[in-house]
């Protein structure tokens, strides 16, 4: 089993910027990737970013390329999010999942809201 917990979600102006964090506990040897992903109020959740957790290969969504860094610290077991030039389309719940030997994101956290104000 994996555990994990999002950190740093909370109310930030438009243009502005917001960490998340995702600590990951329990079985991390297991991990081959992990992703955020977000879900706005009546919309579909949708993928935001992943990052390989031995090779640090990174992907994104085409609504946050070029403003959305990803990255991890395998020491502390934690990915973090780097949201830059936020946008009232930003708004959303955040999810950090992690993808094990399955290579499919079978373990998720609880969400951290995010919502940027214009």
């Known amino acids: 089993q994996v555990q994990l917990l999002e950190t740093g979600g909370g109310l930030v102006q438009a243009g502005g910027s917001l960490r998340l964090s995702c600590a990951v506990s329990?079985?991390?040897?297991?991990?081959?990737?992990m992703g955020w992903f977000r879900q706005a109020p009546g919309k579909e959740r949708k993928f935001v970013a992943s990052i390989s957790w031995s090779a640090g290969i990174t992907y994104y969504g085409d609504s946050v390329k070029d403003r959305f860094t990803i990255s991890k610290d395998n020491a502390k077991n934690t990915v973090y999010l780097q949201m830059y030039s936020l946008k009232d389309e930003d708004t959303a719940v955040y999810y950090c999942a992690v993808a094990g030997t399955s290579r499919t994101y079978d373990y998720w956290g609880q969400g951290t809201q995010v919502t940027v104000s214009s």
């Open positions: 329990g079985r991390t040897f297991s991990i081959y990737r």
